[in-house]
């Protein structure tokens, strides 16, 4: 009896491009629930972030939005590339990264925080990461949000994300 895998294989590629085509001409949803989230809290939680992180956090975000910034060493060597969202009053934040960061960003956080008034949660016990991509990602990313309980949307560049 001779099987052809010929089938299999075209189901696939035409499933990889269906994908692809999403994309690019929509938007996807990808589990990113090995990626890296953190929640910082306290009073001083944007003067810390504005302290250890490439970016320049001194002026209000809004709501919802996370900006791209890496996290150095001492030396100026990356440890993280990350997405922050702080909220409007400061006190507290949600940092992003992939989960190369997940072993290190606490630490490393830690290693900087030296009088600030701010804690540390996560990666363990986090909520879970869904990524959003393509053009119509933040529209999709909100109507994600909004079909869960307490899930909340985060806009980025290039991926949105869901918190769950």
């Known amino acids: 009896m001779v099987v052809s895998m010929a089938a299999p294989r075209t189901a696939s590629f035409l499933r990889i491009?269906?994908?692809?085509?999403a994309l690019r001409e929509a938007a996807g949803v990808v589990d990113l629930s090995r990626w890296t989230a953190l929640t910082l809290r306290g009073p001083d939680t944007r003067e810390?972030?504005?302290g250890t992180a490439t970016r320049d956090f001194a002026a209000p975000?809004?709501?919802?939005?996370?900006?791209?910034?890496l996290f150095l060493t001492d030396k100026g060597?990356?440890?993280a590339l990350a997405w922050v969202s702080i909220a409007a009053d400061g006190a507290s934040a949600t940092v992003i990264a992939d989960e190369g960061a997940r072993a290190g960003l606490h630490l490393h956080l830690e290693h900087f925080r030296i009088m600030?008034?701010?804690?540390?949660e996560g990666p363990d016990g986090m909520p879970r990461l869904f990524g959003v991509a393509g053009p119509e990602r933040d529209p999709l990313a909100r109507a994600v949000a909004a079909s869960i309980p307490d899930a909340r949307?985060?806009?980025?560049?290039p991926l949105s994300?869901?918190?769950v």
């Not at 491009?17 to 085509?21: L, N, P, Q």
């Not at 975000?61 to 910034?69: F, M, N, Q, Y």
């Not at 600030?116 to 540390?120: R, T």
């Not at 949307?153 to 560049?157: R, S, V």
């Open 17 to 21: 491009a269906e994908d692809y085509r």
């Open 48 to 50: 810390f972030l504005q």
């Open 61 to 69: 975000v809004p709501p919802e939005t996370a900006l791209k910034t």
């Open 77 to 79: 060597r990356p440890v």
């Open 116 to 120: 600030e008034d701010v804690e540390f």
């Open 153 to 157: 949307p985060i806009f980025a560049e």
């Open 161 to 163: 994300f869901v918190l």
